[in-house]
């Protein structure tokens, strides 16, 4: 099983939990939010995050440390949640846990996920046509974009939906034609 499985593995369980008691409390935007922000404190903090991971580190220390800094910024139930996490040594599965959180929501509240990877950024226009395509290709009335940059592609871009993939890069089409003429 690889690391990225096992991780998946650990993390659903306390994702589940997190969603019931976000439910329980009629909170689920609240905690959406919070989630969110604390994944983004962590992606831009390396030192936190070092100081989180590290397993030398006390937990009472971490403890601390999480209070200082969401104390008043997120419900207090996330709070105890990450000192549960902490407790049971799991606090490093907490990008993870935060990942299948929101997996979980968007699936309850019916919004579909689309990575779209470009060649060049697109602009607003664009964003809201593919929007459009992807909710009439979906049968969804809600959809949550991840747009990266990859200057691989050349030109065009690749949409992942789920397991679905649609590439209209010029890589991807240059790949076509490369596989077409070796086969022949």
Do not use: H, W
């Amino acid at each position: 099983m690889s690391n990225k499985n096992l991780m998946s593995n650990i993390a659903l369980p306390y994702a589940e939990a997190l969603l019931d008691i976000a439910k329980q409390d009629s909170s689920l935007d609240n905690f959406t939010q919070n989630l969110s922000s604390i994944s983004t404190i962590l992606s831009e903090s390396k030192e936190l995050r070092e100081l989180l991971f590290n397993p030398v580190i006390n937990g009472t220390v971490k403890k601390e440390i999480l209070k200082s800094l969401f104390a008043n910024q997120v419900n207090d139930s996330i709070l105890n949640f990450l000192y549960i996490l902490v407790d049971r040594r799991r606090i490093n599965s907490l990008d993870c846990i935060i990942e299948k959180y929101l997996e979980l929501n968007y699936r309850l509240e019916s919004i579909v996920i689309a990575e779209i990877s470009s060649a060049v950024d697109l602009n607003d226009s664009q964003v809201e046509a593919l929007t459009k395509q992807i909710k009439l290709m979906t049968r969804s009335s809600k959809v949550r974009l991840i747009v990266n940059i990859n200057p691989s592609l050349i030109g065009g871009f690749v949409i992942k939906i789920g397991s679905k993939i649609i590439d209209t890069s010029l890589s991807g089409k240059l790949n076509k034609i490369s596989l077409y003429l070796n086969a022949n």
